[in-house]
């Protein structure tokens, strides 16, 4: 251990942290059926855990680089650990969102459902130890070890309910492209150490691999953890794995487990690797705006609230690898400034969307705790009997729609400035080319805004659609502490954009050696001033103050000036007087403008009523092309090798004896040559 | 901050919102007289928001505070986006709070908002008007912002004033890349005002409405206070018009008698923008509700062909 004498250095902290989720996921293994002790200590304490991770990985990412070896793992093969800006503020990323969700799992967890109680203790805090262990992890064996960990750990909280069918397979499919990504990645670090036997991280930043070499490195990086984040086409496992996994699992996946993908590709190509060639942007970019229009129209026509945030955290992974794209392209070129601003906004928006997805998604649970249902079609109206559940949800549907003053505003704008800056790019098509794909992101972002008020819309709004949802009750203490803490994050986030450019700026200065926090700043510390006043500047606290104080003023006003009176009735609705609550838009209802325009985007079967039929039934099953186009053909690919080389299984031991005595003849005839 | 600067900032909004529903008692004006009507005079839109605002409000049973608080909001929204638009001046102390690409996030504030509270009363109508709003809102607010990237390129600036004083001080050329801009944002205003190509503002057939579903459940004092955002609205709208491609006469940093002279020419420009408004609002058919798409699309297209003008020629 690396400690000097009465003196703890920030990793050690972190390490302590980490060893403390450990005891804690063992503590419930000891406690297997202890609900009570399980639910009101262990969970709150690793919330706790994590709070003290993001504050000691804050005074980390201040300090230098800081490193520790920890001997466990082989004799000659000591886990290399780093603490360095970009670790640090995924570990802040970590710690903050993890302890709300930690917060909410506390009281969400029921007793007899799935897995026991105190293994399910053990997998959740072992894959908070282990995706920890990936950020802190410098050389290649302690980062698959972890890797993995943090893949089989999640592998099995999805699988929480595994006595149904659908859930092993969702978890199944999660297993396998997990594993193909680990693979690439595997792969990528071989390539990485360049036959030099060296698998530290600190030797691969010494390599200089020529530019093939250094191409098949960033391009298997892309896969591998590309497949872990949900980059198309590697997605699919996304929307089966978030509906099947409990909320809290979701949440974090979809939060946190996701950003360690995005951390593992940034932590490759820009500080691994020395060279970046601008087309890696430009493919980084492409891919980038694929999933992100692609998840945001079908997160607009689904009709599960949780696949729909399913493909919300595709597009969301889309806009991540877009900023990481444009970043590369930058540096590429040797334009920091700009790349900075590009990694700063995709940093930024790690960050936001690790709380307000966590906060859409545990807000899922709770509603399906209290009525039991994840479709779309058979919720409505619950701000009425949910009202913490359902405000606090709406702070993270305007986060995640992008709107001022929210977290997920700044990050869109800087992504933006990021593009309007961009001229000067030496080659004049790439130039021409950056303005269309923001004109593509604004496009995501406007949808992005249009699938978010369809979740809030459908779940919390209108009428009740089903009898039993009027006994919907609100979430309980610990729920809703931890979607306060999520959603107070949201809303912090996107008031306080230099404190966050504080901390982004280390980050970007270790990454591409330039920062925005001074100049970020130079307005005071409210406003966001990019480069200068006069080129750009946003001040969400004054907006927010503004609007509040204005809706107020007017409030009053109205009040003292004119009427006060306020009437209940029934609903208007041009005359109308037989409504029910069928009447409003079903989840496909709202959803089908954007299928009408987005139509060859889907896989549509549909069935519509003749008018002769007489019990008449509509049915529409959306599915994703690449289900046809990529994974089914492999399948059958594979599937018909297997079959081939089922051909030798015979069944008779004659024919087994067969085999035997002519693989002997052929070794023989081996030897003898 | 100077105080021509606070001077022209409460100038700003206050002409905006007692200003906007004149700008729409024109419009309205001119319409009727463009139809061989009389009219109902150009105050009409004073007379019917005094009129809601002493009624009393009735509201829907199960209608949650996000309904009763969405009509302020919306018009806290509208107002704010007039402070940072320059109408007379580009002395404005609230301009670095939101940019260019804030002020398309203020608007779909409201309109988050507003479809919201349309969706919260549960009604057919209230949802297919949500529906559709968001649906338009989605086409049109990536045009917007294509149409104010365009200018920011040019001016290298996304500061809603600067824009103004770069465009305002460059010589008088026509523009290729500002006019396809141009004709782009003509398209993207009539949508997100809810004008005669894409809705009309003054039907309740049923079947075609997209604003007016919207607000049916409103009464009183909160219809008054979404139809008085609605004519903000218009009226912030035709500033940015004004702005982005007119700006000249609007005045500058600690020039007083340029304030002074700048609200007559600003009077002038928005009575001719009503008139045109008017008068295309006449030639024009309504079109059906998913030809819109085609219609913010080639919007979006314009935009996009304006801003490659821009690399392509420079200008």
Known sequence: MPTEAGHLLAIDGVLIVIALWLAIGAAGIAALHRFTLISQVLFPLGGLAGLALAAIAFCGLLAGPQVAILPIGLPTLPFHLRLDSLSAYFLIVLGSAGAGISLFAAGYFRRGEGTAPGLLCLQYHLFLASMALVLLADDAYAFMVAWETMALSSFFLVTTNHRVAEIRRAGYLYLLIAHIGAIAILLCFGVLQANSGDYTFANMRQQTPDAFWASAAFLLALLGFGAKAGMVPLHVWLPEAHPAAPSPVSAMMSGIMLKTAIYGLLRI????????????????????????????????????????????????????????????????????????????????????????????????????????????????????????????????????????????????????????????????????????????????????????VKFFGIIFLGQPREEKLAQAHDGGLWEKAGMLWLAGGCLLLGLLPNFVIQLIDPVTRLLVQYGYATSASQHGAWLLVPMSVDRASYGPLYFLLGVTAFSLLLYWLVRKLYSAQLRRADPWDCGYPFQTPRMQDTAEGLGQPIRVIFTPFFRITRHEPSPFDREPKYSLLLEDHFWYWLYLPIARLIGWIARQVGRLQQGRIAIYLLYSFLTLLFMLFLVKR | MSATGVISQLLAICIALLGAPLLMGWVNQ???????????????????????????????????????????????????????????????????????????????????????????????????????EMLIGFLAEPALLMVLFTAS?????????????????????????????????????????????????????????????????????????????????????????????????????????????????????????GFLLALIETVSAKMRIFRVPEFLASAFLLAVIGMLVHFLLGA
């Not at chain 1, 990694?343 to 790690?350: D, E, G, K, N, P």
């Not at chain 2, 004519?231 to 609007?250: E, M, R, T, V």
């Open chain 1, 269 to 452: 190509s820009f500080d691994l690797l020395q060279v970046q060639l601008w087309w890696w942007g430009v493919a980084m970019l492409a891919l980038g705006l694929v999933t992100a229009i692609l998840g945001v129209a079908f997160a607009t026509v689904q009709t599960d609230m949780k696949r729909l945030l399913a493909y919300s955290s595709i597009e969301n992974i889309g806009l991540l690898l877009v900023g990481m794209g444009l970043g590369l392209l930058f540096k590429a070129y040797g334009m920091a400034t700009l790349a900075a601003l590009a990694l700063t906004a995709t940093l930024y928006h790690v960050l936001g969307h690790a709380f307000f997805k966590s906060l859409l998604f545990v807000g899922t649970g709770a509603v399906l705790h209290a009525t039991g249902e994840r479709n779309l079609g058979r919720l409505g109206g619950l701000l009425r009997y949910m009202p913490w559940v359902g405000w606090l949800v709406l702070l993270g549907v305007f986060a995640g729609s992008g709107l001022p003053p929210l977290s997920g505003f700044v990050a869109e704008w800087l992504l933006l400035q990021s593009f309007l800056f961009s001229p000067g790019l030496p080659d004049p098509f790439l130039n021409m080319l950056i303005p269309l794909i923001a004109a593509a992101i604004a496009l995501v972002a406007a949808l992005a805004g249009y699938a978010m």
């Open chain 2, 30 to 132: 001119w319409r009727a007289w463009l139809q061989n009507r009389s009219g109902p005079g150009l105050l009409q839109p004073y007379r019917a928001l005094h009129k809601l605002l002493h009624k009393e409000a009735v509201v829907a049973h199960g209608a949650s505070p996000l309904f009763l608080a969405s009509p302020y909001v919306v018009f806290s929204c509208m107002a704010l986006s007039c402070a940072i638009i320059p109408t007379l001046s580009t002395d404005l102390p609230l301009s670095p709070v939101a940019d260019a690409i804030a002020l398309v996030g203020l608007f779909a504030v409201a309109r988050v908002f507003i479809s919201l509270a349309a969706l919260d009363i549960g009604t057919a109508f209230g949802s297919l008007g949500a529906r559709r």
């Open chain 2, 153 to 273: 390129l040019i001016s290298q600036s996304t500061s809603l004033t600067s824009i103004v004083e770069n465009l305002a001080h460059r010589e008088f050329a026509i523009y290729p890349s500002l006019a396809f801009a141009g004709i782009a944002f003509t398209f993207v205003s009539f949508a997100e005002n809810a004008r005669v190509p894409v809705d009309n503002p003054a039907t309740h057939l049923e079947l075609t409405m997209i604003h007016e579903a919207l607000i049916l459940e409103y009464s009183g004092r909160h219809l008054a206070l979404i139809e008085w955002a609605a004519a903000i609205k218009l009226f912030a709208y035709s500033c940015i018009g004004i702005a982005l491609f007119f700006p000249w006469g609007i005045a500058e940093a600690d020039a007083p008698l340029a304030l002074l002279a700048a609200l007559p020419i600003q009077a002038v420009k928005l009575a001719l923008g």
